[in-house]
């Protein structure tokens, strides 16, 4: 019996760890193919637009209809779509081998991460034929509002401190953020595809749209920068120090980055 139950930690810890680094990295991977696949798809749109510049046919400008831009981003969602889940399922798998708090923070982390540009990856291909991107760019504060309570349900040990609940608003206020980038970026591109004698006024639309969603996610970042500062004062250990401290880094910076984005927008505008 001595023999059996001696090493049993072991290989959960060396589990633990390669969950946590697969669930990591299946996050950056996934958020690299929606990045290039819009990097490929907007150069092939753009290069299709320079060579028929000179067919233009008044009312029929159009470089693909909506059908052929959905076939054209669902190998890319689809694959982004893949790696995610399987990062979800690793992060899920490493909670069930935790054991320290900062095990499940890391699991926790992974988790969230892939769920959010999981749902990321299933809205993108509605983003070019939807004619209203600020709704779908609102959708991604409620996408990212849910995945945080789940995280914050489902590891609920890391959470139960005010500056771990600090750090997980900032994380998720940037993952919000950035799911409103890619999306609007994916909603121009498409909007471009079908009409891109309107294309100016069309980036407009979703620079506004990203200023939109820039409300919600400031009063969250707010709510997160006052939790991390009262976190901080009654911090009983070094540990959770830190994690007020990685709260008010976070949500400050980011209520800087949204105080500033609107002088930007009417910098660039004017």
Do not use: Y
Request: proline share 4%.
């Amino acid at each position: 019996m001595n023999d059996h139950s001696g090493p049993a930690p072991v290989p959960n810890k060396r589990v633990l760890r390669m969950m946590h680094r697969l669930s990591l990295a299946c996050a950056l991977a996934g958020l690299a193919v929606i990045i290039g696949g819009f990097i490929v798809l907007s150069s092939a749109v753009f290069d299709e637009m320079n060579a028929s510049a000179n067919l233009v046919i008044p009312g029929g400008s159009a470089v693909m209809s909506d059908d052929e831009f959905i076939r054209s981003v669902l190998p890319v969602v689809g694959a982004a779509g893949i790696i995610h889940l399987a990062g979800v399922i690793a992060g899920f798998v490493g909670r069930k081998h935790a054991e320290e708090r900062v095990e499940f923070g890391r699991c926790a982390l992974g988790v969230g991460v892939n769920a959010f540009f999981l749902g990321c990856a299933g809205i993108i291909p509605a983003a070019g034929i939807v004619s209203d991107p600020v709704g779908l760019v609102l959708l991604f504060a409620v996408c990212g509002a849910a995945v945080l309570s789940m995280c914050v349900s489902l590891f609920e040990r890391f959470f139960s401190s005010a500056g771990a609940r600090s750090v997980g608003v900032g994380v998720a206020g940037l993952l919000v953020m950035g799911g409103a980038l890619l999306v609007g970026l994916f909603t121009m591109l498409g909007e471009i595809t079908s009409t891109p004698e309107d294309s100016f006024l069309l980036g407009m639309f979703v620079v506004i749209a990203f200023v939109v969603v820039s409300v919600p996610v400031g009063i969250a970042q707010l709510t997160g920068l006052i939790m991390g500062i009262r976190a901080q004062r009654c911090a009983d250990s070094e540990d959770e120090q830190a994690l007020a401290t990685w709260g008010i880094v976070l949500n400050g910076s980011l209520c800087l980055c949204l105080l500033f984005l609107p002088l930007v927008v009417l910098a660039s505008t004017s």
